[in-house]
């Protein structure tokens, strides 16, 4: 999905196969979204590197423009969590250049 959005230009972009890849990674996040209902981090209350690897890749879902993204509040609370957290600050909460 990324490189369709930001890498290939707007006419260029296969909207069939866009919409196709939104909904498989939708799939994956509300699976996420469901394993951390009781959970504050992946491994219950432990912050681990699996927080900041599977973080990395939520800066970019929810940083993403033009996708629909259902509500998912505890992807959502963890994400929220993962933002102020030093590790993750240092190592994946940068600027994008």
Do not use: C
């Not at 219950?44 to 940083?63: P, S």
């Not at 992807?75 to 909460?93: A, C, I, M, N, Q």
């Amino acid at each position: 999905m990324f490189l369709s959005l930001i890498r290939t230009p707007e006419a260029e972009r296969d909207l069939t196969a866009l919409s196709a890849d939104a909904k498989a990674v939708t799939a994956l996040w509300r699976m996420l979204n469901e394993h951390l209902q009781d959970r504050s981090f992946l491994e219950n209350d432990n912050f681990t590197l699996a927080d900041i690897e599977l973080g990395a890749y939520a800066k970019r879902w929810f940083g993403l423009e033009g996708i629909e993204r259902p509500s998912m509040p505890y992807l959502e609370r963890w994400y929220s969590r993962l933002e102020t957290h030093p590790g993750f600050k240092k190592y994946v909460d940068l600027p994008l250049t």
